[in-house]
């Protein structure tokens, strides 16, 4: 069976660290790989996905970037984070093909102080 | 592109009420629709699905029929529990089907 794996599980930084957060998933192959944020309420806004190595489309012009160096792992980075970056950060997997489901993961909680 | 809108909320319902979450989308064809649940802190689960007009979905006591007369995919659920409170999602595939958009989301708060 397919598994996601993200971590850590929180994060506090400062404002002006850089970030690093980490994806893999185990038990299938060339999935599509999917970023998220969650601010304070529910709402879950698209960062970045990929169909494969090194494709990489972003949905939101900011800070962030993400990269995915193999097939099954999935990076999102910032250089300097702001106070705005703080939120929940949500990794998500799907097999190819249209109209497939998203499989998540637990979650990032990311405190800017 | 591809659309959906869910009531808002949060429903607040007693232990062993009946439950309905509407969901209503805009599509270009006829894609897949899927419920999502996420429990307080973590990430989200998918619930349910259906892939074509007429099809229900169904698991852990909730249920969705994909109508495609009034473009609907409303949840529902006959007992509910303490712990179904939580936030669900209604979901479809956007029109390049690369990605899913997503619902803003309704709260569920079951009082015992």
């Known amino acids: 069976s397919q598994t996601i794996h993200q971590w850590p599980a929180t994060l506090v930084q400062p404002v002006g660290s850089p970030l690093s957060l980490e994806c893999t998933v185990e038990?299938?192959?060339?999935?599509?790989l999917y970023w998220y944020r969650q601010a304070a309420g529910r709402g879950l806004q698209l960062l970045f996905y990929?169909?494969?190595?090194?494709?990489i489309s972003s949905e939101v012009p900011q800070n962030l970037s993400a990269s995915r160096p193999q097939d099954r792992q999935f990076i999102l980075s910032s250089k300097k984070l702001l106070l705005s970056d703080s939120g929940f950060y949500l990794c998500?997997?799907?097999?190819?093909?249209?109209?497939?489901?998203?499989?998540f993961g637990d979650g990032t909680r990311l405190s800017i102080l | 592109g591809n659309s959906v809108t869910q009531m808002e909320g949060p429903v607040t319902l007693s232990e062993e009420a009946f439950l309905t979450i509407n969901c209503t989308y805009t599509?270009?064809?006829?894609?897949?629709l899927f419920w999502y649940v996420q429990y307080p802190g973590e990430g989200l689960q998918l619930l349910l699905k259906?892939?074509?007009?007429?099809d229900k979905g169904s698991n852990k006591g909730f249920e969705a029929t994909y109508r495609k007369e009034t473009t609907s995919f409303h949840l529902e659920k006959g007992s509910v529990q303490v712990s179904d409170s939580a936030v669900y999602f209604c979901?479809?595939?956007?029109?390049?089907?690369?990605?899913?958009?997503f619902g803003k989301g309704t709260m569920l708060l079951v009082s015992p």
């Open positions: 998500a997997w799907s097999q190819r093909g249209g109209g497939q489901p998203q499989h």
């Open positions: 038990g299938t192959s060339n999935p599509n």
């Open positions: 990929s169909v494969g190595i090194g494709q």
């Open positions: 599509a270009t064809g006829y894609p897949s």
């Open positions: 259906a892939t074509k007009a007429d």
């Open positions: 979901a479809l595939p956007n029109s390049g089907y690369s990605t899913l958009t």
